[in-house]
């Protein structure tokens, strides 16, 4: 009898992936398809040929362009890579390939080169900056009597900011694992780029035969 042999490193099931995506985007990506979707309809039902030809390279430019910067952009991370998501790109960095993440008017990642990736899945809201700031203030505070409120046990975070915090860490802690070794990867979404490029170059035909 024969004793099987233990799987490869390859074989290994990598971890799950943590999922970073802007519920907000999302909502208002879909709200505009549906109103596309509505007019185009509308106008493919009722409009005569040239409006026709018209809707169809519209719809051909302005839905992948849509769904690129609403639904698409997310962020994955596991215990070997990042891997982003954005509106043309797909950006996969294993932990060794990421220098720094930084967090200003937009997130950002940086490889070991000094190229930068925004991550657009995680968008920064000044607002809830602003917020966490004042709870902040006042769990440094304490209330009336004396006592200080639960939260001062710990920096009180916008949630955008908190995502970095919690990517850094990863980076900090995968950077030398084996599985997380290796040089950036880029591909290019043609699934979007294509159909936005021939929608554009019909509607611009349209417009210049009148």
Do not use: C
């Amino acid at each position: 009898m024969t004793t099987p042999e233990p799987p490869s490193p390859a074989a290994q099931p990598q971890s799950q992936d943590r999922v970073y995506r802007s519920p907000a985007g999302i909502a208002g990506g879909v709200m505009l398809l549906a109103l596309g979707g509505w007019l185009g309809i509308d106008a493919l039902v009722t409009g005569e040929a040239r409006v026709r030809w018209l809707t169809v390279a519209g719809l051909l430019l302005a839905v992948p362009l849509v769904i690129a910067f609403t639904v698409r952009p997310a962020v994955y991370a596991n215990d070997d890579r990042l891997r982003i998501r954005n509106p043309f790109r797909t950006i996969t960095l294993p932990w060794a390939a990421v220098s720094g993440l930084r967090s200003g008017y937009s997130n950002e990642v940086f490889d070991q080169d000094g190229t930068k990736y925004q991550l657009w899945a995680i968008p920064v809201s000044l607002r809830d900056r602003k917020k966490a700031a004042r709870r902040q203030a006042r769990a440094a505070a304490g209330d009336p009597h004396g006592h200080t409120s639960p939260v001062s046990a710990g920096p009180v975070r916008a949630a955008g900011d908190q995502t970095m915090d919690d990517l850094r860490e990863l980076a900090e802690a995968r950077a030398s694992a084996e599985g997380a070794q290796g040089g950036p990867e880029v591909r290019w979404a043609y699934e979007i780029v294509g159909p936005a490029v021939v929608g554009l170059v019909l509607l611009v035909v349209l417009l210049a035969l009148g």
